[in-house]
């Protein structure tokens, strides 16, 4: 029987859609390798969110296929992001690559692998505003959180942004098949699932996605997000729901109110801000000002104050001063980020802002790169603190990576903890833990 192994880049939409396409090469016939090594199949599933992102999927790519003359019957493909960015080209860069897979064609992926073994060559690609092929949930033996695409592509055309021209325009999945999914994952034993979205609050805004056969909202949720939410949270097994990525639009008082009320909906949210300079902001065209973005997050602080917050941050957009940077800097510092995700500005071809002078030099792009990862790391360390002493509901899951003797699991707030499992205690169960030292990215408990 061949194996096949994936090697995935990226967002969490791309682990999703590695999963999926595993799920076809099982159904087809062909089975999981024990490692990479031993793969007939390789597939790199690829991000381009940042130039350095494309550079290591293309170093992988190389590489694999130099090692063609020791493993000759070995097939490579690509999927993802960059495969539909680069189309065609992509086999002028990698030759002996056998397919490459855009992101709206995922389920072509056996066809390709059995082409590739009659020794053919495919590019599938599908036109961006063609609707993709439904998904459907499944999960592998034991496995108790997963994550469930609801909204595809993005919109919104922030300067600076890939994803529009690789996940094409927004649309988002009907309630009732997403709704679907998540019983049958719960069926399955899931009890987490992470609903995905470039823009997810936009869910349904564009096209409608609860039709007149829906039953109505029992809370009187009218925004279709917040009601899909609530449906999911009604699905009996799914004890913890989390979404990504959010957007200051979308905190919404019917999303707060869901936060306050709904125990099910885990009090995490991830709000990447971008920048703090409002005229960055705006050269970015993010749709919010300093102030808008630090409103919203005050209005969910003050409704919900255990809520944990994390971001993404960009630094060196074009023509980012030191004193639109020290905005930057006062604006975590005002948000109180849980954690932030800090990037250096990496301009992408066919983007507004790659047509304007990266004039931040890489130094000073490193300098205030490390500068935010340094206030973070106090700034997460003194958060974590304050939870010294309570009591923390842990969704364990499994032996920890760096300790074998320890285990971690998650908080609601989504902040890993590591524990002294006690005898029985299975990954996907819930225990309550005291936290007794705070580390900036991780807490201990007895
Ligand atoms: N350069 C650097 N970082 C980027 N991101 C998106 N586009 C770029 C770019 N061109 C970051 C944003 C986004 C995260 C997923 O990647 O912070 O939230
Ligand atoms: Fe990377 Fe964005 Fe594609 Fe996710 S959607 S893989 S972050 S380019």
Not at 99 to 125: D, H, M, P, S, Y
Not at 297 to 312: C, F, G, M, N, S
Not at 333 to 340: I, L, R, S, V
Not at 422 to 430: A, E, I, Y
Request: aromatic share 6%; charged share 25%.
């Amino acid at each position: 029987m061949l194996t096949f192994a994936f090697h995935t880049y990226g967002c969490q939409m791309n682990v999703r859609e590695s999963e999926a396409a595993a799920h076809a090469l099982l159904d087809a016939g062909f089975a999981l390798a024990p490692n990479e090594e031993l793969a007939d199949i390789i597939i790199v599933n690829s991000c381009s969110v940042r130039g350095k992102a494309e550079d290591k999927a293309l170093g992988k790519l190389g590489l694999l296929c130099s090692r063609k003359r020791e493993h000759p019957n070995r097939i490579v493909g690509l999927m993802g992001c960059m495969a539909q960015r680069l189309g065609e080209s992509i086999f002028q860069r990698v030759p002996r690559l056998d397919f490459a897979i855009g992101t709206r064609c995922t389920e072509r992926i056996v066809q390709a692998v059995n082409a590739a073994l009659a020794g053919k060559q495919t590019l599938a690609l599908r036109a961006l505003h063609e609707r993709p092929d439904a998904s459907s949930g499944h999960v592998v033996d034991g496995q108790f959180s997963a994550y469930v695409t609801i909204l595809l592509g993005c919109n919104r055309r922030c300067t600076y942004c890939i994803v529009p021209d690789v996940r094409g325009n927004e649309w988002s999945r009907p309630a009732r098949e997403v709704i679907a999914e998540v019983r049958v994952l719960s069926k399955q034993g899931v009890k987490e699932v992470t609903l995905l979205g470039q823009s997810i609050m936009n869910y349904g805004l564009r096209t409608p996605v609860f039709t007149n056969d829906d039953p109505p909202s029992p809370g009187g949720y009218v925004l279709p997000f917040p009601r899909l939410l609530e449906a999911i949270a009604a699905i009996p097994g799914i004890e913890r729901i989390r979404f990504t990525s959010g957007h200051p639009a979308g905190v919404t008082p019917e999303l707060i109110r869901l936060f306050a009320e709904e125990p099910k909906l885990c009090k995490h949210l991830h709000l990447p801000v971008q920048s703090g300079s409002t005229r960055v902001l705006s050269r970015m065209r993010r749709g919010y000002t300093r102030d808008g973005y630090l409103e919203a997050v005050a209005r969910l602080r003050h409704a919900v104050p255990e809520i944990a917050i994390t971001t993404d941050i960009i630094v060196g957009f074009p023509g980012e001063t030191e004193s639109d940077f020290q905005e930057t800097r006062s604006l975590m510092n005002a948000a109180e980020f849980d954690n932030a995700f800090i990037f250096k500005y990496s301009p992408r071809p066919g983007t507004v802002s790659a047509t304007w002078e990266d004039d931040v030099s890489e130094e000073e792009k490193s300098r205030r790169n490390q500068i935010l990862l340094d206030d973070q790391d106090v700034r997460g360390a003194f958060r974590n603190q304050q939870l010294i002493g309570s009591s923390q509901r842990v969704l364990a899951e499994g032996p920890s990576l760096r300790n074998k003797s320890k285990w971690s699991g998650r908080t609601s707030s989504n902040k890993i903890v590591i524990f002294t499992a006690p005898k029985g205690l299975q990954s996907g169960d819930f225990i309550d833990l005291t936290i007794v030292r705070a580390a900036p990215q991780t807490l201990y408990a007895d």
